[in-house]
């Protein structure tokens, strides 16, 4: 387990990685083709102007698969596609989460 460990913490950060480069995208993109829609989440960006608010708007949007209604295909399958990395993101941190409390209850 300690071997796999440091392997994680990579995997995790260039996942993060990835996934900011994939919601600047997202974001981008609604702000450019749909302000409306971008301008209903509360004009959300990736840091600047970003609030637990605009987050969360997002991430409903997201998972509520509203995005299905923007009419515009490369949108939709961009965010299909970010809902999709955003769950497998989240189950590689509470994988590595478990790991990292393992190798520190077995190091004792």
């Given at each position: 387990?300690?071997?796999?460990?440091p392997i994680l913490f990579i995997?995790?950060?260039?996942?993060?990685?990835?996934?900011?480069?994939?919601?600047?995208?997202?974001l981008l993109r609604l702000r450019t083709r749909h302000a409306q829609t971008w301008e209903a989440l509360g004009c959300p960006t990736l840091f600047v102007n970003n609030s637990v608010?605009?987050?969360?708007?997002?991430?409903?949007?997201?998972?509520?698969?509203?995005?299905?209604?923007?009419?515009?295909?490369q949108s939709v399958r961009l965010a299909s596609?970010?809902?999709?990395?955003?769950?497998?993101?989240?189950?590689?941190?509470?994988?590595?989460?478990?790991?990292f409390f393992m190798t520190i209850k077995t190091q004792r």
């Open positions: 387990m300690h071997a796999l460990l995997a995790l950060f260039v996942s993060a990685g990835i996934g900011s480069v994939l919601q600047h995208t997202f608010g605009n987050s969360l708007a997002v991430f409903r949007f997201l998972w509520r698969r509203q995005y299905q209604s923007l009419g515009d295909q596609f970010l809902r999709g990395y955003l769950v497998v993101y989240f189950v590689l941190f509470v994988f590595v989460v478990v790991v």
